[in-house]
């Protein structure tokens, strides 16, 4: 691999060429901000499979995503983005921090789907952005914003019938976004790291089993069960 050009919390960034990077999935599981980690033996390999995937979904959708390819089972070649530090979250179904931040109960609908941002800051615990914020701190121009909102809400549409059609619901996703030679791209990953899903009983196959403490053999069972019943 070329040079190491950073790392988070779950995936670790390498050089390939001037439009490429290579985007390596770790074993790590996080939650509350990166206060609670810990390692599970392929989660990197199911979150990139999971991701890459996705966003397949999404480019034949005709989303812009950075996605080119897989290098290995956990490494994907990506095109090579300027990303804003911005998470943009839809939901479709209430569970998470919205309903403690608002009066609205669990399992309530949203139509058309509820979008959010938060600045991407574990240590100020990712606080909410508008608009007007975002213009300020110079993370997104107004007109980018809109187009991000407009992104995220046919992403989820297109994710959530595809998710649907396979038997599970998608309450909620996560995007991040990069530019591109002037343009919005999604980028980052689309795994069950950054959404929810449950079955019509309200099984949880995503990172609130982690969350709600739950064993990690666990966490890696409904992992690898969601794939398979995706890749289908």
Do not use: C, W
């Amino acid at each position: 691999m070329g040079e190491k050009l950073g790392e988070g919390k779950t995936k670790e960034v390498f050089y390939l060429d001037e439009d490429h990077v290579l985007l390596k999935f770790k074993d790590s599981v996080t939650a509350g901000d990166g206060l609670k980690k810990d390692e599970i033996e392929g989660k990197g390999v199911l979150n990139a499979q999971t991701s890459a995937l996705f966003f397949r979904v999404l480019e034949s959708a005709g989303i812009p995503t950075h996605y080119v390819s897989m290098k290995d089972e956990r490494t994907m070649i990506a095109k090579k983005l300027s990303m804003i530090p911005v998470e943009v979250v839809a939901r479709n179904i209430a569970t998470g921090s919205i309903v403690k931040r608002l009066p609205i109960k669990e399992g309530e609908i949203f139509d058309p789907p509820i979008v959010e941002f938060f600045l991407k800051d574990d240590s100020r615990h990712d606080p909410l952005l508008n608009y007007s914020h975002m213009e300020y701190f110079k993370l997104m121009s107004r007109r980018e914003a809109e187009e991000a909102e407009d992104m995220i809400k046919r992403a989820i549409k297109v994710l959530s019938d595809y998710i649907n059609k396979r038997g599970l619901i998608l309450y909620d996703l996560k995007l991040e976004f990069g530019r591109l030679k002037g343009n919005l791209v999604v980028g980052d990953e689309i795994s069950l790291d950054s959404m929810r899903v449950r079955n019509p009983k309200g099984e949880i196959y995503d990172k609130d089993i982690y969350r709600r403490g739950e064993p990690l053999d666990k966490v890696k069972s409904k992992y690898s069960e969601f794939l398979g019943l995706m890749s289908h």
